[in-house]
Structure formats: C-alpha cells, structure tokens
C-alpha cells in the first residue's frame, strides 16, 4: 500500500522559507514521477512542481525562481524548499506520486504566509 506522509507546513511572514518533506513508503521511489500541489481556500488544486525519476524538473510559472523539488532515494523523500514566500502562497501543499496508472496522494500540509 502506498503511503505519503508530508510535513514542514507551518506558518512564516513575507519573505520567508519553508522547507516541505514527504515521506513515501510502498511504491518503487527512484522510478516514480514525484510531484507537489496546492490547493487554496476557494481554488483548484493547481500543480506546483515535479521531478520526474532522471532528476529533471519542472515548476509553475508562478513559483519559478522561488521554489525548488528535490529527492533523496536513499531516504524515499521528496522536498521542496520555498523561499521569498508570499500571501498568496498560502494553501493546503499536497505530495502526489506516480508510476504509469498507479498514483497516490498525501493527507497535505497547511502553509500560511502572514503578509
């Protein structure tokens, strides 16, 4: 079964930095699509990066420049660093995982940027 655990979520002022972790269990890591959504109060789940297995990545326009996917194999862990946050970067931050029909989701992470 697969499972995807997130954390960092919190709240920080304008300007500030998170660092979102997501933990995966139960799916083969280094050959799934990795990936980070959000979802606003009132908004669509709108897709904020992802990773794809050769380490290759691709971002939002609007979080281009700011934020940045990673991921550890050896730990099975997927990131992303935010940094210069702002207001209307609060959201509900959600892993997402998948492997040709397989996919999975994380419960998500609150993120709150006090302006």
């Known amino acids: 079964q697969v499972q995807l655990v997130e954390s960092g979520g919190g709240l920080v002022q304008a300007g500030g930095s998170l660092r979102l972790s997501c933990a995966a269990s139960g799916i083969v890591f280094s050959f799934s699509v990795l990936a980070w959504y959000r979802q606003a109060p009132g908004k669509q789940r709108e897709s904020v990066a992802r990773i794809l297995p050769s380490g290759s990545s691709d971002y939002a326009n609007s979080v281009k420049g700011r934020f940045t996917i990673s991921r550890d194999s050896r730990k099975n862990t997927v990131y992303l660093q935010m940094n210069n946050l702002t207001p209307e970067d609060t959201a509900v931050y959600y892993c997402?995982?998948?492997?040709?029909?397989?996919?999975?989701w994380g419960q998500g992470t609150q993120v709150t940027v006090s302006s």
């Open positions: 997402h995982a998948s492997r040709g029909q397989d996919v999975a």
